[in-house]
């Protein structure tokens, strides 16, 4: 007598947590440095909007960044809170958020097929490109797979308790029909705090229950009251969100932003949607997202056997959907069979999913288009399905031959999941994270300095140039410096201006990175060879006779002016602690209405011999929040050669109030004279 030890059940939830821990490796994996470093809208969603959250301003819809659902950001806000500027503590949420969707997507995939079909949907979003990338940093449309797959589970959970023609009503089994039409409103209603193509699913079930009108009538009047129920929980729970938007229309300004195809349309021009629409069409087989902040360009979602089993997919969804809607038009009219109505289902879901990668910019993107994920997914698994409906229908036939068919769903699984894994893990842990763009996108090159300056803790005190568009490079530095010491950057962009002091002592630069040109290349002596990622370690060499300092009152010194060759070149220094206006982080773009230029700048005019105004360049080329007693800097004005000048005037002022800042003798600029040409 043989002991059963292990039922069908136990190997399968034993399965299911061994795929959910391929999964969490697969999440958490490298986190610090794939992607390799931070871009502006994580930097963004966390240091400015979750650290809103976790400061107590818990607001439904946040208007920083073009606008901002507030759900995620509270959350994160959390993570935040508990790990700090860690990966984890930034990128934490996200991938919890992803790993959840694999066993989400598996219950999805068996509701409508059978577990087959789960199984290998879950497998394959496991190692998917399109879940690890969007799973591995702080945005919000993680977020949403889950809530949809959430919604739909409790959706067809409560749908399957129907009979077609029976006399069971939805009253049976009252407690738990109802709790799954309620929660299925509920997930509906909290996707519209995440993400803006979350809108869109109530309608997928919208439109399929429009759809049952004519295929499933006496199904769809049994679900009637719980569907009402699902749709009245969900327009319950919408509802404070649209009066909030209602209140300042002006804050989704990413809708505008992006929707350019479908603005064109409006107007007449169907041309670009078309193109649109055939692009993303392709993007499962053909050409992908362009853009290198979530892909590798034009990289389409499917390798060659991916995309075969895909469009097969899809053919067979079509073909049961076909037979469906040919049942209305039969005598007499049979009930529809469950794979036909899920086939209907999925592809409502995956066609809404993909819809706004038609109608927005840019074309294919992978993020626009989150909807459609999981439903992309299942749609592969289908042709396993297929196969093992062949088997079903060959029952009868040899032993060898129905052998030979059981093999079938095993052998295409495994050649999907295979043929995926060595291609999309690859590609996203290995290829996308060296390229040139990608690195500079999330900031590779700063990340590479930090870990420099953690193996070298003498190194304190440096300037680093950068673009300065914004203090997002500055707070990259601040997140990936794991030093136990004390890092003192001074940024400054190398194409005007230059550090000479730090603290009263020659400058020690990083420069060479971004790659601009440089205005005081041939005053620098590099210190040896490359110190990280695309930036080389410089010793400042000024030769300048510095001028007595004219003191400003904020606590900066000129110590120099000259000008030649239409170039008017300023040394500056600070000779106190220096008196800045308070300088809030602030998204990029900011919330309507808000300030987020700079609180200090340097301006410079030419005169003519009356004093009339010839022409004025402004600018502060260095980061004045990062600057410390005793630092001094040059920086150019490109002024351009005018015959009628007779003297360059300067001086400091605030270019949010326009107001000068005067020095400590009262006046509100100085004056270089020049001599005759």
């Given amino acids: 007598m043989r002991l059963k030890v292990f039922s069908a059940s136990s190997y399968r939830w034993l399965g299911l947590v061994l795929l959910m821990l391929l999964a969490f490796f697969l999440r958490v994996w490298r986190l610090d440095d794939v992607p390799p470093g931070w871009r502006d809208d994580e930097l963004i969603d966390v240091l400015v909007i979750s650290q809103k959250a976790l400061d107590g301003d818990v607001q439904l ?10 759900l995620y950001h509270v959350l994160n806000g959390v993570m935040y809170g508990l790990f700090g500027a860690t990966p984890w503590g930034m990128r934490g949420l996200s991938a919890i958020l992803g790993l959840l969707a694999i ?11 059978d577990e ?69 409103g509920v997930f509906l209603g909290l996707g519209f705090y995440v993400y803006f193509a979350s809108r869109g699913v109530p309608v997928i079930l919208l439109v399929f229950c429009g759809a049952m009108v004519l295929v ?58 078309l193109d649109y629409t055939w692009r993303t069409l392709g993007m499962f087989h053909a050409t992908g997202d362009d853009e290198w902040l979530y892909n590798i360009p034009f990289r389409p979602v499917f390798g060659p056997v991916g995309a075969i089993f895909f469009w097969a997919g899809v053919g067979i969804a079509l073909w049961h959907s076909g037979q469906l809607l040919a049942g209305v038009f039969r005598s007499p009219r049979r009930p529809p069979a469950s794979a036909q109505l899920s086939s209907l289902f999925l592809l409502f879901w995956w066609g809404a999913g993909i819809l706004p990668g038609f109608l927005s910019v840019p074309a294919a993107s992978l993020g626009h288009t989150i909807v459609a994920q999981p439903a992309v997914y299942i749609l592969a698994a289908l042709p396993v399905w297929g196969a093992g409906q062949l088997i079903a229908r060959r029952q009868g036939e040899n032993s060898q031959t129905r052998k030979l068919a059981k093999s079938l769903p095993l052998t295409f699984a495994l050649i999907l999941c295979l043929t995926m894994a060595a291609r999309d893990l690859p590609d996203y842990f290995l290829d996308w994270p060296q390229r040139g763009m ?33 203090p997002w490079d500055r707070l990259a530095l601040e997140v990936e410096y794991t030093g ?15 550090m000479t002091h730090l603290g009263g002592e020659p400058a020690v630069n990083f420069v060479g990175y971004p790659l601009v040109p440089m205005a005081y290349r041939g005053e620098l002596s590099l210190m040896g060879g490359a110190a990280a990622g695309g930036y080389q370690l410089s010793q400042a060499e000024v030769e300048r006779e510095w001028q007595p300092p004219a003191c400003f009152q904020n606590g900066l010194c000129l110590v120099w002016a000259s000008f030649g060759d239409g170039v008017l070149e300023l040394g500056w220094e600070v000779a106190r602690s220096l008196d800045l206006p308070p300088i809030p982080l602030i998204s990029n773009p900011p919330p309507p209405g808000v300030y987020a230029g700079p609180r200090l700048y340097v301006f410079a005019h030419l005169l003519d011999e009356a004093g009339r105004f010839l022409t004025g360049e402004d600018g502060l080329w260095v980061d004045p929040v990062t600057l410390h007693l005793g630092d001094r800097w040059l920086q150019q004005h490109w002024l351009g050669e005018r015959e009628e ?9 605030d270019p949010m109030t326009g107001q000068r800042i005067l020095t400590d003798t009262g006046q509100d600029h100085l004056r270089l004279d020049l001599p005759e040409s």
């Avoid at 959970?157 to 009252?174: C, H, K, P």
Wanted: glycine share 8%; net charge positive.
């Fill in 484 to 498: 136990e010491g004390v890092v003192r950057p001074r940024w400054y962009h190398p194409e005007r201006a230059m």
């Fill in 438 to 470: 990608t690195r500079f996108l999330y900031r590779a090159d700063i990340g590479d300095v930090a870990d420099y300056l953690a193996a070298n803790p003498a190194l304190t005190d440096f300037g680093i140039s950068g673009l300065l568009a914004g």
């Fill in 103 to 113: 066993p989400a997507v598996y219950v999805v995939g068996k509701q409508l097929y």
């Fill in 61 to 70: 819809f946040y208007a920083d960044a073009s606008g901002n659902e507030g």
């Fill in 645 to 653: 000048s007779a003297a360059a005037t300067f001086g400091l002022y």
């Fill in 216 to 273: 499933a009538r006496p199904r769809l009047r049994q679900a009637m009251p719980g569907i009402l129920t699902m749709f009245a929980v969900t327009i319950l729970l919408a509802i404070p969100l649209f009066i909030v938007l209602g209140q300042q229309p002006e804050a989704e300004a990413r809708v505008s932003e992006v929707g350019v195809p479908l603005n064109r349309a409006l107007e007449g021009d169907f041309s670009l949607v």
């Fill in 116 to 184: 087959k079909v789960g199984w290998l949907a879950a497998a394959s979003l496991t190692i998917s490109f399109w879940s690890l990338m969007y799973s591995r940093f702080a945005l919000r449309q993680v977020m949403t797979p889950l809530l949809l797959l959430l919604a739909f589970i409790c959706f067809w959970r409560a749908f399957s308790r129907l009979t077609l023609y029976g006399s069971r009503s939805w009253i049976n089994d009252l407690r738990l029909t109802i709790l799954d039409w309620v929660g299925a």
